[in-house]
T-cell receptor, first 112, second 116 residues
Framework: GEDVEQSLFLSVREGDSSVINCTYT??????LYWYKQEPGAGLQLLTY?????DMKQDQRLTVLLNKKDKHLSLRIADTQTGDSAIYFC????????????FGKGTKLSVIP | DGGITQSPKYLFRKEGQNVTLSCEQN?????MYWYRQDPGQGLRLIYY???????QKGDIAEGYSVSREKKESFPLTVTSAQKNPTAFYLC???????????????FGQGTRLTVV
């Protein structure tokens, strides 16, 4: 099955950029998602990238995909205290698959 | 509003009891999932269902049971056989082919189960 690895913690100062990294093992992953989880809540979809893209930008969020290295990153520009949360990388397997595999999540702490 | 609803938000169970967690969606999604979340462990898949009256075990199904009698509903029972049930439980749903990115999973707000 798919393995997904993320660093567990990241700490940045308010106003700086945050970069959260993720590596995965299944080269047939088609969609790759980023979810955000605030304390005591469910997961909220932030953004996604399709496997035939290298980059996707959505306001303060930039997703970079290196398919050769199976490496995905999420950059948050001008990080705010409201961005403090756990961020999960979740690749979806190939066509016809419903399943997502989640990393352990990266806890982002924003220092005012 | 369309969405996925879990209840209750907090649940306390005595040792040896079975408890059932509710999950309902009105998104017309085919697939539904149950995940367990422990601190530092990420999300682990318990059971999933792709169609009514059918479901499959995930990575940690032992001590849990599910049913899928209706498309909208996917309740999870935590049985007395589950030795360490205290955790945060998340239900999700998804459906394929709804346009680019339409296969993403939507999550409920979770149920925190504590054994007392």
């Amino acid at each position: 099955g798919e393995d997904v690895e993320q660093s567990l913690f990241l700490s940045v100062r308010e106003g700086d950029s945050s970069v959260i990294n993720c590596t995965y093992t299944d080269s047939s992953s088609t969609y790759l998602y980023w979810y955000k989880q605030e304390p005591g809540a469910g997961l909220q979809l932030l953004t996604y990238i399709f496997s035939n893209m290298d980059m996707k930008q959505d306001q303060r969020l930039t997703v970079l995909l290196n398919k050769k290295d199976k490496h995905l990153s999420l950059r948050i520009a001008d990080t705010q205290t409201g961005d403090s949360a756990i961020y999960f990388c979740a690749p979806r397997a190939g066509a016809g698959s419903y399943q997502l595999t989640f990393g352990k999540g990266t806890k982002l702490s924003v220092i005012p | 509003d369309g969405g996925i609803t879990q209840s209750p938000k907090y649940l306390f169970r005595k040792e040896g009891q079975n408890v059932t967690l509710s999950c309902e969606q009105n998104l017309n999604h085919d697939a539904m999932y149950w995940y367990r979340q422990d601190p530092g462990q990420g999300l682990r898949l318990i059971y999933y269902s792709q169609i009514v009256n059918d479901f499959q075990k995930g990575d940690i199904a032992e001590g849990y049971s599910v049913s899928r009698e209706k498309k909208e509903s996917f309740p999870l029972t935590v049985t007395s056989a589950q030795k360490n049930p205290t955790a945060f439980y998340l239900c999700a749903s998804s459906s394929p082919g709804q346009g680019a990115g339409g296969t993403e999973a939507f999550f409920g707000q979770g149920t925190r189960l504590t054994v007392v």
